[in-house]
């Protein structure tokens, strides 16, 4: 039993110097989370009803704006009507393409929005489309050339993108 009291009482100082090391990186973990919080919900412009982030520095692939949206506390964006697609088109940058939360890589054809997991409810596409050119386009982007009307691609390419908050982060 003594080399076992002996084995603590020699690691019980790392051990307290561990936990207050751990106590205080979730301290400022927790400050970190509330700046980036209050630093997203800043970012996102109301459009409509709803509020969203336009992406206007970085290009990502779907896959990574995904990610991106979730991270902010959302999903990438499903526009619900033609004027909420036209609100988010005035707010655009000509000459770019723009990541959507619709997708039909469960099911060719079948546009799910990724915010419910239901079929899109609100679909524009530009004339022709969706084509799934080379069997390879699963991911609806808002793309410049098409007047920021719906395009499927392949979800692998760099572009800009659209968060939408969720509604528990705007209550």
């Known amino acids: 039993m003594k080399p076992i009291l002996d084995h603590i009482a020699a690691n019980q ?3 307290n110097a ?3 090391t751990k106590l205080e990186c979730k301290a400022r973990l927790n400050r970190m989370v509330k700046q980036l ?6 970012n996102f ?5 709803r509020f969203f982030y336009i992406e206007q520095h970085h290009r990502v692939n779907w896959f990574s704006a995904t990610s991106i949206c979730r991270r902010m506390g959302g999903y990438l964006s499903s526009p619900r009507s033609e004027k909420e697609l036209n609100g ?3 707010k655009l940058t000509p000459g770019r ?4 939360g619709i997708s039909d890589s469960a099911k060719e054809g079948f546009f799910l929005s990724q915010d419910t997991g239901n079929m899109a409810y609100f679909l524009k596409w530009y004339g022709g489309q969706p084509d799934n050119k080379d069997d390879n386009e699963h991911c609806v982007e808002l793309r410049s050339e098409y007047d920021f009307l719906m395009n499927d691609a392949e979800c ?5 993108f659209i968060c939408e908050a969720s509604d528990e982060q705007m209550d």
């Open 97 to 100: 393409r723009y990541w959507l």
């Open 156 to 160: 692998t390419i760099n572009s800009y």
């Open 88 to 90: 988010i088109k005035e």
């Open 45 to 49: 412009v109301q459009i409509g009803s």
């Open 13 to 15: 100082q790392w051990w």
């Open 18 to 20: 561990f936990d207050a």
């Open 37 to 42: 919080e209050n630093f997203e919900v800043e």
